[in-house]
């Protein structure tokens, strides 16, 4: 619960007031029973939802991180007259948005099943501001990071792992393109492995795998995991 916040979005300029927000956890489900916050321009957002975090549906995305994603959306509705969009309609929006491979934990499935004891995100970032992101993310985490990484041969390795302090890494191939091999991140101090496939490299972690692992790099090689994980998007 919270009774006077403020959200603030260096993207827009947009600003939150009085923020005030319920909610409760019903299982794995967080229940906002209410969000209401106030406007510069004397406009107000109010709503309701739920996130759920676990499952096939789950929430997908990390709030804090698309906190400027979804102001930026709320300015732009806000400036256009096209289509009718209440402060309702935008509050509901925000809260059950859903961004594949954006921090997204994945569910239960093939496999996440050989780590069951592992938290594993994904992420299809592979520029800086991507990796920027990422990284304050991670670093608020305690425990050691395993990095899974394929990046296409025309992208910059560092515009990741410039921003992240993983303790291993791992690189795999992104199907159907030309990618980085492991030379390419040589210079880095984690330790490097090598595998022919995310699930190999899963399974390669065995009993010694970290806490948390993050798969990234590249947009295609997410899509490759939600749809080896049956969590491609409908």
Do not use: C, Y
Request: hydrophobic letters at 45%.
């Amino acid at each position: 619960a919270t009774d006077n916040s403020t959200i603030n979005s260096p993207v827009t300029g947009m600003r939150l007031a009085n923020v005030k927000a319920r909610g409760r956890f019903s299982g794995a489900q967080l229940v906002i029973s209410s969000f209401t916050g106030a406007s510069q321009n004397g406009g107000s957002v109010t709503g309701t939802g739920r996130f759920t975090f676990n499952g096939i549906a789950g929430v997908g995305m990390d709030l804090a991180m698309q906190a400027d994603n979804a102001a930026l959306a709320v300015a732009m509705l806000r400036r256009q007259d096209a289509v009718a969009v209440s402060p309702e309609a935008m509050a509901r929006g925000i809260l059950e948005a859903r961004w594949p491979a954006r921090l997204q934990r994945l569910a239960p499935g093939p496999l996440t099943a050989l780590l069951p004891d592992t938290d594993i995100w994904l992420d299809g970032g592979h520029n800086p501001s991507a990796g920027a992101a990422l990284g304050t993310f991670f670093a608020a985490r305690t425990g050691p990071l395993h990095l899974i990484i394929g990046m296409l041969a025309n992208k910059d390795p560092d515009a990741l792992l410039a921003h992240l302090s993983a303790e291993s890494i791992t690189i795999v191939p992104v199907p159907g393109h030309d990618s980085h091999g492991p030379e390419a991140f040589r210079h880095n101090r984690a330790a490097i492995g090598r595998a022919a496939d995310i699930a190999e490299a899963l399974g390669a972690l065995g009993s010694a795998a970290p806490q948390t692992i993050l798969i990234a790099g590249s947009l295609f090689l997410a899509g490759d995991v939600l749809r080896r994980n049956g969590q491609l998007p409908e």
